[in-house]
Structure formats: structure tokens, C-alpha cells
T-cell receptor
Framework: EAQVTQNPRYLITVTGKKLTVTCSQN?????MSWYRQDPGLGLRQIYY???????DKGDVPEGYKVSRKEKRNFPLILESPSPNQTSLYFC??????????????FGPGTRLTVL | DAKTTQPNSMESNEEEPVHLPCNHS???????IHWYRQLPSQGPEYVIH???SNVNNRMASLAIAEDRKSSTLILHRATLRDAAVYYC?????????????FGTGTRLKVLA
């Protein structure tokens, strides 16, 4: 089954304790992206990656890191989480062809609480 | 900065058409207009996209204004399962890559 998986689905942590949220897709997609969703603000793009070893900042990259060492995986790293990073996080993937629309497939989300 | 503006909420009766509007007055010539929807407790799912011409698929139709500063997602016959938050998004191509700019979404309530 074609899918995007995220782990963990729920996480409660404390300020300053490094954490990683994993994202994996099995569709051989080049493009992967991380979003955060906050009430009243909708979804905002954090980082995206066009292919292995190619990443770039979205609209809200501060406090986050990413890496793309393999095509299927795109982990989101919070080196020193703070309470304002409490949010619902989504990973997404799509083909990257440079033309046409390229539908994004979203994971189920990770709800992060930073105390 | 590019952004999209949508009404916060809309209501529709079941089996009737729904027209969900979106303004994107700062759209650039190569920006694609995407629509996604998010059912409760799920990630967003793709609905439809377009560039300049109106588009139809099995889920919906997308009507794009001639100046591209607005668009309308049309659900031809709303069902209870269509109750969701609908997002109008610009996909901007910059330096050979894509950025996605989401609006805050319209919460659609479908009345039985």
C-alpha cells in the first residue's frame, strides 16, 4: 500500500531534550516536506527536500533541522525543543517533475507537546 | 508575500452543490492552485489542482478566474462525508523547486 508513515504519532517531551520525528514513504517520491499545523494558522511549511542531499527552508524553519540521506526517509530534528514548537506535524511526499501539479501524499500526523 | 484568503466556514445542505471561494491576488504566473481537504483527525488529502484553465475530476471541479486572482472549488453534490476543512494552496516554483503556501482553510459543514 502506498503510504507516508510518521513516528511517533504522539510525543510529550520537555524543553531542551533533543528529539527526532521520522518520516518514510514507499512511493519513490523525490519531493518530501514537513508542515506544522496550529489553530488559526493552518498549515505552514517548515522544510522541504527535492531529492537526496537537497533540502531548503520553508516559511517557518527556525528551531528545526532536517536531513535527506535516503530517498525514502526525511526526519525532522528538534535539537532543543521549546514550548512554542508544540504543534501537530505532518510529513508529505510527491513526485517532482517540474511540470504539472504533483499531488502530495500526507502522513497521519505527529502531535508534539513540549512542556 | 503570496497567500490565499478563504472564508472561515460555510454550510451546505446534503445533495446540493457547494462553491468554496479562494482569493489569491498576489499569485505569480507560474503558481499552481491546489486544493486539499482535511477530514477530522487525518492528514490533508489532495482534491484538485490547476494553472489557468478550469479542471474537473471525480471529486470536484476547479474554476479559475481569468486574471487568476481567485478560484472556486465546486463540489457538485455535497455528502456528509465531504464535511472537512478545505485548503486553497499556491504551489510556487522558485529556483527549480516547489514551495507550498497554505491558506487557513474553510470548514465545510454539510447538513443532512
Amino acid at each position: 500500500e502506498a503510504q507516508v508513515t510518521q513516528n511517533p504519532r504522539y510525543l510529550i517531551t520537555v524543553t531542551g531534550k533533543k528529539l527526532t520525528v521520522t518520516c518514510s514513504q514507499n512511493m519513490n517520491h523525490e519531493y518530501m516536506s514537513w508542515y506544522r499545523q496550529d489553530p488559526g494558522l493552518g498549515l505552514r511549511q517548515i522544510y522541504y527536500s527535492m531529492n537526496v542531499e537537497v533540502t531548503d527552508k520553508g516559511d517557518v524553519p527556525e528551531g528545526y533541522k532536517v536531513s535527506r540521506k535516503e530517498k525514502r526517509n526525511f526526519p525532522l530534528i528538534l535539537e532543543s525543543p521549546s514550548p512554542n514548537q508544540t504543534s501537530l506535524y505532518f510529513c508529505a511526499s510527491s513526485l517532482f517533475s517540474g511540470t504539472s501539479g504533483n499531488e502530495q501524499f500526507f502522513g497521519p500526523g505527529t502531535r508534539l507537546t513540549v512542556l | 508575500d503570496a497567500k490565499t484568503t478563504q472564508p472561515n466556514s460555510m454550510e451546505s445542505n446534503e445533495e446540493e452543490p457547494v462553491h468554496l471561494p479562494c482569493n489569491h491576488s498576489t499569485i505569480s504566473g507560474t503558481d499552481y492552485i491546489h486544493w486539499y481537504r482535511q477530514l477530522p483527525s487525518q492528514g490533508p488529502e489532495y482534491v484538485i489542482h490547476g494553472l489557468t484553465s478550469n479542471v474537473n475530476n471525480r471529486m470536484a471541479s476547479l474554476a479559475i478566474a481569468e486574471d487568476r486572482k481567485s478560484s472556486t472549488l465546486i463540489l457538485h453534490r455535497a455528502t456528509l462525508r465531504d464535511a472537512a476543512v478545505y485548503y486553497c494552496i499556491l504551489r510556487r516554483t522558485t529556483s527549480g523547486t516547489y514551495k507550498y503556501i497554505f491558506g487557513t482553510g474553510t470548514r465545510l459543514k454539510v447538513l443532512a
